[in-house]
Every structure is written in C-alpha cells, then in structure tokens.
C-alpha cells in the first residue's frame, strides 16, 4: 500500500509565496514521476507540474515562470515552490506519483489566495 502525504497549503495573499510537500511511503518502489496537480471548484484538475527521474520538469501554461517543482529522491519527496501567487490559483492541489506503471494520488491540501 502507497501512502502520499501532502502538506503546506492554506491562505495567501496575492502575491505571495507557499510551498508545497508529499512524501510518500509504504510499497513504493522505482518512481519514474511525480507531479503535482489542481482542482478549482465546478473545474476540471489541470497540470500544475511533474518532474521525471532525470529531473526533466513540465509545467502547465497558467503556472509557467511561477511556480518551480523538485523532488527528493532519498525520501521519496516532491516539493512545489509557489511565487507570486494568484486568486486564479486557489484550488485544491493533489499530488501523485507514478510508481511501476501505477499512478498514486494523495488526499489533496487546500491553497486559498486573496485579492
């Protein structure tokens, strides 16, 4: 069983700053991504960011020059440093990881920014 454990949200002003972790734990073994992920409320989830092994990052459009994603191999740890923060960036943020070909998301922790 894989645990992802995420932690580091809550309210910001605009323009602001927030960083995001998930460890995960348990039956994890060779992890080829991890990423990070949004959900705003009556909205599909959207790319926020994912970083392979080799550390190639991706990162939606909306958070692009903003935000910077990391990994810790040694505890199987992905970060998400959030900068200059925006309300359109409220939203519930879930990370995941891709483990042997199966995808792990974690229970989400809630980013809130105010104008």
């Known amino acids: 069983q894989v645990q992802l454990v995420e932690s580091g949200g809550g309210l910001v002003q605009a323009g602001g700053s927030l960083r995001l972790s998930c460890a995960a734990s348990g039956s994890i073994f060779s992890i080829s991504a991890m990423g990070w992920y949004r959900q705003a409320p009556g909205k599909q989830r959207e790319l926020v960011a994912t970083i392979a092994s080799a550390g190639r990052t991706n990162y939606g459009d909306a958070v692009l020059g903003r935000f910077t994603i990391s990994r810790a191999d040694a505890t199987n740890t992905v970060y998400l440093q959030m900068n200059s923060l925006k309300p359109e960036d409220t939203a519930v943020y879930y990370c995941?990881?891709?483990?042997?070909?199966?995808?792990?998301w974690g229970q989400g922790t809630q980013v809130t920014v105010s104008s």
């Open positions: 995941n990881v891709v483990s042997l070909g199966v995808v792990h």
